[in-house]
C-alpha cells in the first residue's frame, strides 16, 4: 500500500480525523499538566474508539455472528421460501418506488429470485409492515414481479413492525394456506441467528439462507485506525445484539 492509498484510506476519514484530533489534544493537555487519571482517560478513550470503529477489531466481531450460516446450505429443496424485509424508504408511496428499498432489502430479495428460479413451483412469501401509504411486502412484490416471478407464487404478510410478528404472521399464513411448516428463510447472514430463532418459536423447520454479509476477512493487523465504516458496521452489530438480548428477556426466543 502507497503513502497516499494509506493517508486516503486511513487518515482522510471523518471518524480517522477525529481520533487524530483527540491524540493531538490529549498530547497538548499532557504537555501542560500530565497526570496519571489524564493517562489513563487517554487510554480508556482511544480503546474505546478502536474497539467501535478499527476494522481489525469490528469485522472478526461480525463475522463471528454471519459466519454460521451460509449462503448455500445443505438443506436446500423445494420449500416455501420466506424473505424478511430489511427496510424500504417511508417516502416510498407507491410499490413501483423501486429506489426506495434499502441495500439489505435488494439483495435479500435477489437471493429469493434466485431460490424461486430454483424451485418454481414453490410459493414466495415476503415479510414486511405498512411505511406511510404502502407496505414493505408491497414493494418487494412489485420488484419480484419485475424480475420474472410469477404474481400468484407471490404472498404478502404486511402488517409486520418487527421478527416476532415476521414470524407469527407468516405462520398463520402458512397455516391458512396449508404450506408446508418447512420453510426456506433468507435475511442478513448478522440477522440469520436471531430471526431463525424466533420462526422456530413458532413451530416452523427453518433452512436457512444468509445473505447481505459485511465482515471482511483477512483484514491487516495495522488496520486499528478509526474508520467510519468500521462504525457504520459496529452499530449494525450492537442493535442485533440488543435486540437478541431484549427478545431473550421478554421470552420471545
Known amino acids: 500500500m502507497s503513502l497516499t492509498s494509506l493517508i486516503r484510506d486511513w487518515v482522510i476519514d471523518p471518524l480517522g480525523l477525529l481520533f487524530l484530533l483527540s491524540l493531538f489534544l490529549l498530547v497538548c493537555l499532557a504537555r501542560r499538566r500530565f ?3 489524564l493517562l489513563v482517560g487517554a487510554v480508556m478513550w482511544l480503546s474505546a474508539m478502536a474497539f467501535v470503529s478499527a476494522p481489525r477489531v469490528v469485522n472478526p466481531m461480525l463475522l463471528h ?3 454460521q450460516f451460509t449462503e448455500q446450505p445443505a438443506c436446500l429443496k423445494p420449500l416455501p421460501i420466506v424473505v ?6 417511508s417516502r416510498a408511496t407507491s410499490t413501483e418506488q423501486l429506489q426506495y428499498l ?3 432489502t ?3 430479495l435477489n437471493a429469493g429470485r434466485v ?7 414453490v410459493p414466495v412469501l415476503l415479510a414486511g409492515g405498512a411505511l406511510r401509504t404502502v407496505s414493505e411486502s408491497a414493494v418487494m412484490a412489485h420488484y419480484l414481479r419485475e424480475m420474472g416471478v410469477a404474481p400468484a407464487r407471490l404472498y404478502e404478510e404486511n402488517e409486520s413492525r418487527s421478527t416476532h410478528e415476521n414470524a407469527i404472521n407468516i405462520r398463520q399464513l402458512i397455516d391458512g394456506r396449508e404450506f408446508a411448516e418447512e420453510i426456506i428463510l ?4 448478522l440477522h ?3 430471526a431463525k430463532a424466533v420462526f422456530e418459536k413458532q413451530g416452523l423447520e427453518v433452512c436457512a439462507v444468509a445473505v447481505d454479509r459485511h465482515g471482511i476477512r483477512n483484514v491487516p493487523g495495522y488496520a486499528l485506525w478509526p474508520q467510519t465504516s468500521a462504525l457504520l458496521k459496529f452499530d449494525l452489530l450492537l442493535h442485533e445484539i440488543i435486540a437478541t438480548i431484549a427478545y431473550k428477556v421478554s421470552g420471545r426466543l
Open 35 to 37: 497526570s496519571l487519571w
Open 65 to 67: 455472528y454471519e459466519d
Open 84 to 89: 424478511l424485509g430489511g427496510g424500504v424508504d
Open 102 to 104: 434499502d441495500p439489505p
Open 106 to 108: 435488494f439483495v435479500r
Open 115 to 121: 431460490l424461486a428460479q430454483r424451485y418454481p413451483n
Open 186 to 189: 433468507v435475511t442478513s447472514a
Open 192 to 194: 440469520m441467528k436471531r
